[in-house]
């Protein structure tokens, strides 16, 4: 057995009560578990401050000197104990509010002592209140005279006696056990290559640090190869799926396709447009399996790319599936293929959660037999009641709600599985998507369709309603269309509505009829009355759509050039971005006016300037992943490849682009990992396959 498998009840100073109480703490239950909780912070005990240079820059000082003086102050509530602490330069109060009796019967005036603590200001005179002390005599017996790390730690931990001291000792007696010899993972020639230092090195400095710098160089090492391992993990999953699943081969370049390019195609693609759709073919046409992620800002034209697929599957004589996450996305993907297939007389279907039993009944028809060549929907796809005769191609809009394991539910559905193409609205940080994308190809759609004008946007106070309405009165009279939008927020549900209510009847007063028509759309309608108010605003009939965040997902009407959003500091910026997006999708200067309150947030104005200072969704989502950090920006799903030990996704940003640069050029020249250069590598991947304990996130 590998001895750092051993639970850490067996190593001195912990025995089984400790043990129990790190398990439910820290997770800590095994010597290496012990070995890999990393310091959080370090304290630099090598340095003595003198008092007269204390400022407020200092946060805590360490400070060498004589107690001349303690007496015990009585105040309104309770008593203080104060000790005069004096060192060649000046003198400093040391402040106690408990454990009086204590401190005063062990401290002995005018003998040397070590100070140490956080230091207060009080009347702009320095203090610290309860401070480490410790004899001189002591200090320099016991060597405190180090960098000394702080663990992680917790409240139930410190109550229960378990202090950083006693995690120190227990560190220092497993390095005492079982020596400072790890086996090294990475190969000698990418150490050298990126001047890190050994793996054994790294483990025992980032404990017992003698200089910074060499706290910098460990966790440089340790942040590089966790990254690396991620990284090399992710590629060869992938590298893995192709040599390992079939995939449809659609090698028949199509009359479909081909006919749909010369005749049909509403306008001339971009570049990216473009360079997607060969990328999407080459993928089919391998014999190998696809898992493409397509990523594009919103209107950047993801759709007709997903319509090029579905012909290629078509052309092959293969059925094709879209899969949206809400029902409103589901039919708005359906109305806009919809235009494109009937051009080509294909069959076209839409099944959601609403669709009757009776139009069920004849999709799953069509469906076994052949007949619907595309169904678009939602999860009702992958109920087990739905049999496709042959689906070559599963397009996936995915904005984070689908999980890996709905994916695969897919593919049990053929003995092959079908092609699949997943698309994000949301722009993901580069980062972000090396990780928790990191197993799939990309395609990047990162031009607008020309023609595009920014989108203007700006911040306005509820004071400026009217100023507001007058110019939405000006767009209207250009023959503009526009939508004004509520928050709905599940807790506060009801009031919410209301000010959905109050705002659609002041919007009534001042847009009346019969020179105004307008739409609302919320939550609580039927659908089909949801739909009845959809058509009109999409037929121009009305010219104000008032509606909650239902809009917000992929409607597409390039007359509307206005949209404001109501409340806009309760949004998310993910949210604010998807919504500002239903505008500007024609040739017209649109806008977006972000209405908020006085009382906002810092963090809501961060997100509300980020909004008026760009347009582009991947800057966008970068100011997102900083407020609100990488596991909250994908949801819970996926957030196990977050749970890094020591790197961090968002401010490691530079080095995990080197960490998958490097894994990737390793896996082009050595796939098996077999040459003798890699040695390290292929040892240690079996290790951790072997443990798990490190590794099982990734699946
Ligand atoms: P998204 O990526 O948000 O799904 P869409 O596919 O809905 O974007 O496209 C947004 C709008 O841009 C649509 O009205 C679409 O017809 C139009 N569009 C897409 N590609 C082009 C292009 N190459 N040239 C001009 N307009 C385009
Ligand atoms: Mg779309």
Redesign the pocket.
Known sequence: MNPLSTSIEYLKGIGPHRAEILKKELKIRTYQDLLFLFPNRYIDKTVFHKITDLNQENSEVQLKGKIIDIKIISQKIGKRLIAKFQDDTGEIDLIWFRGHKWISKKTIINTKYVIFGRLNWFLSKPVINHPEITLESSFIKENQLNIHPVYPSTEKLIAKGISQKIIKNAVKNLFDKIGNNFSETLPEYLINKLNLISKSDAICQIHFPKKNKQIIDSIKRLKFEELFFLQLQLLRKNMNHKLKVKGFFFNNVGKLLNTFYKKHL?????ND?KKAIKEIRNDMGTGKHMNRLLQ???????????FFSILIALDNGYQACLMAPTEILAKQHYQ?LSVFSNKMNLSISLLTGSSKNNERKIINDGIINGSISILIGTHALIEDKIIFKNLGLAIIDEQHRFGVAQRSKLWKKNLIPPHILI?T?TPIPRTLAMTVYGDLDLSL?KEL???RKEIKTYLKNDSKRLEVFKFISKEINLGRQIYIVYPLIEESRKLDYKDLMDGYESICRYFPLPDYRISILHGKMKSKVKDHEMNRFIKGETQIMVATTVIEV?V?I?NASVIVIESAEKFGLSQLHQLR?RVG??NFQSHCILMCSYKTSKEAQTRLNAMVKSNNGFEIADVDLKLRGPGNLMGTQQSGLLKLKIADILKDQKLLINARKYANKILIDDPGLNKNINLNIKKAISIRNKEKNLWNYIS
């Open positions: 509403p306008f001339s693609l971009t447009q594009g800002d919103v209107g950047s034209g993801k759709t007709i790319v997903a806009s698309m609205a759609i369709p020309p023609g992929g597409d390039p997006g999708r024609g």
